[in-house]
């Protein structure tokens, strides 16, 4: 069983930046497309990137698109969200998640996760 730990939230300024990692254990890793998904409080989860378990596709929610990348190192075990031009309305916890269901226009359904991590807080302050 994969097991992801996200790492390298804070709390930063708003136009600052932050990188996101998720290192997972176990061997399969490499068999999953990984997912980045936020939860604001007080709001639902949500869908932010997603990168297909070769590393050759993504896809972002529009909220993020030209600001956020996402990429992966299979060899090191990790997936990674490189956010930058954060604004305060990216405040929320995000979270790591692993699935088998491709790259899809609209990003990945929460249904179809098989993995989470436990989360990390960011904070953008204005």
């Known amino acids: 069983q994969v097991q992801l730990v996200e790492s390298g939230g804070g709390l930063v300024q708003a136009g600052g930046s932050l990188r996101l990692s998720c290192a997972a254990s176990?061997?399969?890793?490499?068999?999953?497309?990984m997912a980045w998904f936020r939860q604001a409080p007080g709001k639902e989860r949500e869908f932010v990137a997603t990168?297909?378990?070769?590393?050759?596709?993504?896809y972002y929610a529009d909220s993020v698109k030209g600001r956020f990348t996402v990429s992966r190192d299979n060899a090191k075990n990790t997936v990674y969200l490189q956010m930058n031009s954060l604004k305060p309305e990216d405040t929320a916890v995000y979270y790591c998640?692993?699935?088998?269901?491709?790259?899809?226009?609209?990003?990945?359904?929460?249904?179809?996760?098989?993995?989470w991590g436990q989360g990390t807080q960011v904070t953008v302050s204005s």
């Open positions: 998640a692993g699935h088998r269901d491709g790259i899809r226009r609209g990003g990945t359904p929460q249904a179809l996760i098989a993995l």
């Open positions: 176990g061997r399969s890793f490499n068999s999953y497309d």
């Open positions: 990168i297909a378990w070769s590393g050759d596709y993504t």
